[in-house]
Nanobody, 117 residues
């Protein structure tokens, strides 16, 4: 069973930076990608950044140039470096692991990021 634990969220002012970390435990078979999603109040969960098993990356247009995703420890840890944070970045951020085997998607419990203006 794969378990994901996020850390690093908090309250910051606009323009500041935060780094989120996601620690994965358990065996991950047929990894497709690891990524970060976020969900703001009253909105749907959206993709923020993803890193594939081939180390390719993809970002939401709203965070390109400000956020950076990376992985470490043989795909047991994934980071999201966030710079120039804005109030619209306020959301609960979720770590995701996608595999080619059922149940296909694993989620962390989420970590709150709040950016004050």
């Amino acid at each position: 069973q794969v378990q994901l634990v996020e850390s690093g969220g908090g309250l910051v002012q606009a323009g500041e930076s935060l780094t989120l970390a996601c620690a994965a435990s358990g065996n991950i078979f047929r990894l497709v990608a690891m990524g970060w999603y976020r969900q703001a109040p009253g909105k749907q969960r959206e993709l923020v950044a993803v890193i594939t098993s081939g180390a390719g990356t993809n970002y939401a247009d709203s965070v390109k140039g400000r956020f950076s995703i990376s992985r470490a420890n043989a795909w047991k840890t994934v980071y999201l470096q966030m710079h120039s944070l804005q109030p619209e970045d306020t959301a609960v951020y979720y770590c995701n692991v996608r595999t080619a085997l059922a149940p296909y998607d694993y989620w962390g419990q989420g970590t709150q990021v709040t950016v004050s203006s």
